[in-house]
């Protein structure tokens, strides 16, 4: 049913989004986010946004069938059935930009993060504005944790975007290249082949 396509989407969403806070938390804070692990990270993301808006896809198709048939129309404006749209749209917009070349490891991770983002307003937030079909009156209570946790994705979306200099994995990669500069010049002037 759409239900679980729906939740197979949105939660792969937000695993995409967790990779990125990895990427991006290995990056800035420690030393370990070396070539081979980012490379890695980013193909991984890339992989689940694109089994992400399949799954958003498909199953926001699945709810137009079923609200067409339950309630007599595909397509009624309510907040839920943006919010879904909202989310395959954000993630179309990934896809786009990284295939067009409009960003980079570092600019998939931002955006896989602001992912988190549309996906928390869009399945849990669109059901406190109180108005649709899919307004549940019990999660009134869940708002200042949403809203926290939104402000909590705003600000590691900052902190990746700090300049590359500033991450402590980055200083680690240019400090040992610089420490290997001077060996390999002075055994060039001594005649040696340095050893890599």
């Known amino acids: ?50 089994f992400a808006t399949l ?4 199953g926001t198709v699945l709810g137009g069938i079923w609200a067409d048939q339950s309630w007599g129309r595909f397509w009624g404006w309510d907040p839920k059935e943006n919010g879904a749209v909202l989310i395959v749209l954000w993630c179309a917009i990934i896809l786009h930009a990284r295939w067009g070349g409009f960003i980079r490891q570092r600019g998939l991770m931002i955006m896989a993060i602001f992912g988190n983002v549309v ?6 937030g669109v059901n406190m504005l109180g108005v649709g079909l899919h307004s549940y009156g019990f999660m009134q209570k869940a708002f200042p944790w949403l809203v926290g946790f939104m402000v909590s994705q705003l600000a590691l979306m900052l902190i990746a975007a700090m300049p590359l200099e500033r991450w402590r994995s980055f200083g680690a990669a240019q400090v040992s290249s610089r420490s290997e500069q001077p060996q390999i010049s002075s055994a060039l002037s001594a005649g040696q082949t340095p050893v890599q």
Do not use: N, P
């Open 119 to 124: 996906t928390s307003f869009s399945w849990f």
């Open 1 to 50: 049913t759409h239900v679980v396509a729906i939740t197979t989407g949105y939660s792969a969403m937000f695993l995409a989004g967790m990779l990125a806070i990895i990427y991006v938390v290995r990056g800035v804070f420690t030393r370990s986010l070396k070539k081979q692990t980012a490379d890695s990270l980013a193909r991984m993301t890339y992989g689940v946004v694109c």
């Open 55 to 58: 799954f958003s896809f498909v």
